[in-house]
């Protein structure tokens, strides 16, 4: 795939994408400084960072009708999670402003016979939380969408849109909310509307309502035999068949679960049982153990907010360099992050002195492999540690993924971001989090998830995970074999200062513990070079698409560090992470066209030399 022009979409034309192109190093500078020529040329980009057209424009709606013009909302998928964000504002805004003051208004199906029975629409959950704020405090609001992914996704934003401009969604009724008016604090005290609003609280708040995984199920189950679901499948589905989604929910656990590794008609899958360890090594497991949520970072989040509400609020424990918002969330909710950056043995010491002279831990937070480094932690020690002194390990293999590695024996919960190679296609969020059933927390968790946890994932976007993901088993060994090729060629290079690949990686052995006997290495690399302008020369001359994110199914590139962490540069330097990396996150393309892609940038990154 062929670089495109700044902010064009990533496939090029693909309605939702998650990826957008930045095709030159100059580009990536003009975004990350804010550049007006650079950001009107914006037609989307990776969600958590740029909120999609579908999702503002719905809120502006909102604002006409709800609002003010010193006002902004920000769009949630439940009452619950508009809650903890209306929390996150208030707890930052007491300091910074005061008098600022949020609300929150639940749009619901009506339930009136002029706009179709609720019972049905509620199958597709076309709802939405909104939390209205001083538009002044914007970049607050969106660090909440940023750290925590909990925000609605695009499909349910322009669904919902076009069914609330239809006057099928409403504010839910309640004591004090006056329709239209400015400054009311909308009362959430009516429990009115759906099942999900009419169970037990939760310690995050007073007004906190979810229902439970088994409530969830029920509801689906009974509304499997309501043709009514058909009113909101034939208005608002685009013609997909919605009413399968929770088919496509249960082929996707099963897939992570590692019981589905064939393309099979939904309607023919069969029951999984708690009695083969199975591809996840690991007794008793099932599909039942996996769940959903609309991003990685929201299955990160909802962890860690899960661990807190089960085991108590404690620090936790970062250990190294981290995707960026999995630190910010360690940081902002709870009390604090104990950070290892380099996530070294010389750390895991420290970690253990600090524990023997009575520290006590909530959770070990870790990716295997790191990102962008590609350095790997050594889970037994860790393992060990945490059998000993009582805390938990919480292990994201999104990079690695269950193919390639088998982390799940030393993890208590491990997180994934679907959303990359996964689904592929760069189309769709999606995130899972899978409790070990083999852990010492895994029953008080799992009695803590039958209450706190909310399926959030939206029907359209399961459908189209599923969809991506059927082929997920043989995508994997395709680009192991690409990225081990064009690694080869990297590491040959007089112009190359370091690859960054597992197979090369000083911490290797650790990676060959958890390989699998078919796994490979891996489909994303970082390479530097030994000047800036070399760098330069490499990332503008590849014919790959270029922008954030990574899983493609084709080549995606990246100068990671610079989008990431631009305003932290320094910070970043100090853990090893070169201002002027660039990531590759290898894809499906013929190996030696792919190879020749390579060869043709670092004649580039000659040139530069000869100048």
Known sequence: MLAQGVGQSIPADTPHAVSVSLPTWRSCVGYEEGEEGILKKMNNGYPRF????????????????????????????????????????????????????????????????????????????????????????????KSFWQHTGEGVSSRRAELCHRAFNDGFLAP????????????????????????????????????EHVRTRADSLEEERRSNTDDSVLFVEERYGRNLDLSRASQAKVAIRRRIAGALTADVDLNDM????????????????????????????????????????????????????????????????????LFYGNGSAEDLDDLEKRCKEGEKYLALFCEFPGNPLLKCPDLARIRAL??????????????????????????????????????GDSNVMGGSSILNPR????????????????????????????????????????I?????????????????????????????????EYRSPTGGYGGLLSVTFRTSAQAIAFYDGLETAKGPSLGTNFTLSSPYTLLAHYNELAWAAKYGVDADLVRMSVGLEDTNELCSVI?????????????
């Open 386 to 423: 945490a059998d000993r002194f009582d805390f938990a390990v919480v292990v994201d293999e999104t990079i690695g993924n269950f193919l390639n590695i088998h982390v799940m024996p030393h993890a208590d919960v491990v997180v994934s971001s679907l959303t990359k190679v996964f689904s």
């Open 172 to 207: 839910r009724p309640s004591d004090n909310q006056t329709d239209g008016s400015h400054g009311h604090s909308t009362s959430q005290k009516s429990m009115k509307g759906p099942l999900r609003y009419q169970r037990a609280r939760l310690a995050d708040g007073p007004e």
């Open 439 to 478: 852990s010492r927390y895994y029953h008080l968790l799992k009695k803590t998830m039958e209450t706190e946890y909310e399926d959030n994932y939206w029907a359209e976007d399961a459908l189209f995970m599923e969809r991506n993901s059927r082929d997920f088993v043989s995508r994997i060994a395709r």
């Open 599 to 611: 060869e043709r940038a670092l004649t580039l990154v000659g040139h530069v030399n000869e100048m």
């Open 270 to 337: 069969t029951d999984t049982g708690r009695t083969e360890i199975g591809i996840r090594q690991v007794s008793g497991f099932s599909e039942e153990d996996v769940y959903l949520f609309p991003s990685g970072m929201s299955s990160i989040f909802n962890t860690h907010r899960i661990m807190m509400a089960s085991r108590g609020a404690l620090k936790s424990i970062c250990f190294g360099f981290p995707y960026i918002d999995t630190l910010k969330i360690l940081e902002k909710w709870g009390p604090g992050c």
């Open 50 to 141: 740029f909120i999609d057209k579908c999702v503002t424009s719905f809120a502006a709606t909102l604002i006409e009708r709800y609002g003010t013009l010193d006002e902004w909302a920000i769009l949630l998928p439940s009452h619950p999670v508009a809650v903890r964000c209306a929390s996150f504002l208030q707890q930052h805004l007491a300091a910074l402003d005061p008098d600022a003051k949020t609300r929150t208004i639940d749009l619901l199906p009506r339930t009136d016979p002029e706009h179709g029975n609720a019972r049905g629409a509620r199958r597709v959950s076309p709802m939405v939380s909104v939390v209205i704020y001083p538009k002044r405090h914007s970049a607050l609001a």
């Open 480 to 512: 192991n074999v690409n990225a081990e090729a064009i690694c080869n060629i990297l590491q040959a290079s007089k112009y190359v200062k370091e690859v960054y690949y597992p197979k090369y990686s000083p911490t290797r052995p650790f990676y060959e």
